[in-house]
């Protein structure tokens, strides 16, 4: 007999309802944000100094892809219900697009910033702040995959 076994915690209030895709898929970007975050702000406080100011424009920039992307439903973007503005869907496709570029362009630029200043710099540069500006950029575009493409919208009608 197990002695756990008779132990019953209470069920979780605001965690009930039918469809638990929503909350799970924005709670693990929520997650991956956080923990993007969470890494830049390690390597700055760890490494004050070795972490250029100009650098954390990287993970400004993915923010605002983040923001960018979750911005238009895929409904908009199929043109199901957008059709008023100055451009309909095609505004919001290109929208999308851009939030994307903006994306993709802060991790590239996170990735040349970890091998230009910090792999081929020599080995009297600790490599850390650049890992964790990497790191920050691909767990910001990984939660921002996730917010997007995680949820249903079906739920709101």
Known sequence: MNC??????????WFDGGDKRNTLASMFAGILFFAGWWF???????????????AHVCG????????MVNSVSNAQVRGETYTGGCMGPRG????????FVVGFASLIAACWILFANY?????NKH???????FMQ????FAGSLVFKFGRTEDVWG
């Open 60 to 67: 400004v920039m993915a923010t605002l892809s983040l923001v």
């Open 4 to 13: 756990f076994e008779n132990v019953t915690l209470p069920s979780c209030v």
């Open 92 to 99: 919001a496709r290109l929208w999308l697009f851009l939030g």
């Open 119 to 123: 792999v081929n710099a020599g080995s």
């Open 40 to 54: 830049i702000i390690d390597a700055a406080s760890c490494y004050p100094g070795d972490l250029p100011n100009a």
């Open 137 to 140: 950029n691909a767990f910001i």
């Open 127 to 133: 490599t850390w702040p650049g890992v964790s500006l």
